[in-house]
């Protein structure tokens, strides 16, 4: 049993020693808080504005952000592209061969990534573009090294500057790694705390699209343990009222 228990945590210490690994600044903890729906629908406008031109999240239609958020049609319409209707998927416009040739790779669909990369990462990813001239774009980013997206919030954000370290190779000689990040020279149009709000809703969001039964799940809750208490209470007057006149042998 204590061989089983220090196997297991040998290994959960491996993976999650694998998770903060190889990157130049650490990850950033985002929380999500599914049950705030203005939040996400905040991360939705943000998501349409912002993303969906090169991205798609094809697995998910536009109805049933409407629904599960619980929008008004004015607020259902304000997410949909020219053309499209509610219950469309959200795919876009850019043609696959067009996006392979102005970025070098096709933009991924965004439906489940919160699941693969898990909300923390997209938190950082989105977050940590710095300024690197050397690059297609002009920019980098710290935890996915030459990425080919542009920095989509240099307006908001600014564009963050690099720290440099060398770093001893095996071999002796030695390179200049990524170590940390500088605020932008100047600055972005929205104050920190905004823009780092802004794509925390975003990034809640995301994890809403990864699991959308997940929010039913979490509204059927209350009404689940409602009816466990109800029940109980039922069965305890049942009990009370069989019990009634059965006389207990004396002991
Ligand atoms: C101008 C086009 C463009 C826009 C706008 C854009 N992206 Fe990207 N994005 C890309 C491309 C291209 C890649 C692929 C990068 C690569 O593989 O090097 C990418 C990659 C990503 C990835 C990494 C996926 C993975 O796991 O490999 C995420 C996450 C992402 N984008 C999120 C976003 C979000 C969120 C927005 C909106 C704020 C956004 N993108 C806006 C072009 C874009």
Redesign the pocket.
Request: glycine share 0%.
């Given at each position: 049993m204590i061989r089983a228990i220090f196997i297991i945590a040998s290994v959960m210490l491996a993976t999650a020693a694998q998770g903060s690994e190889g990157y130049a600044i650490p990850l950033q903890h985002v929380s999500v808080d599914l049950s705030d729906k203005a939040a996400l629908y905040r991360g939705a406008l943000?998501?349409q504005a912002?993303?969906a031109?090169?991205?798609t999240a094809k697995y998910m239609r536009y109805g049933r952000v409407a629904s599960d958020l619980h929008l008004s049609d004015d607020q259902a319409k304000a997410l949909l592209p020219p053309k499209l209707k509610l219950g469309d998927e959200m795919v876009n416009f850019m043609p696959a061969d067009y996006?392979k040739q102005v970025?070098g790779?096709e933009?991924?669909d965004?439906s489940l990534?919160a699941r693969?990369?898990g909300a923390d990462w997209?938190y950082t990813?989105?977050t940590s573009f710095y300024t690197d001239p050397t690059k297609r774009w002009g920019v980098n980013n710290a935890v996915?090294p030459d990425?080919?997206?542009?920095d989509?919030?240099a307006a908001e954000q600014g564009v963050q500057q690099p720290v440099y370290a060398d770093v001893k190779m095996p071999d002796g000689s030695t390179e200049k790694r990524l170590s940390g990040l500088k605020p932008p020279v100047i600055p972005g149009s929205l104050p920190p705390e905004e823009f780092n709000s802004m794509v925390k809703d975003?990034v809640s969001y995301?994890v809403y699209m990864s699991e959308p039964a997940k929010m039913q799940r979490m509204d059927y809750g209350p009404y689940v343990l409602g009816f466990i208490l109800f029940f109980t209470i039922l069965m305890f007057l049942l009990k009370k009222e069989y019990w009634r006149d059965i006389k207990q042998p004396e002991s």
């Open positions: 943000t998501f912002q993303c031109t090169c991205h996006a970025f790779v933009p991924p965004l990534v693969v990369r997209l990813y989105l996915f990425v080919n997206m542009p989509v919030f975003l995301m």
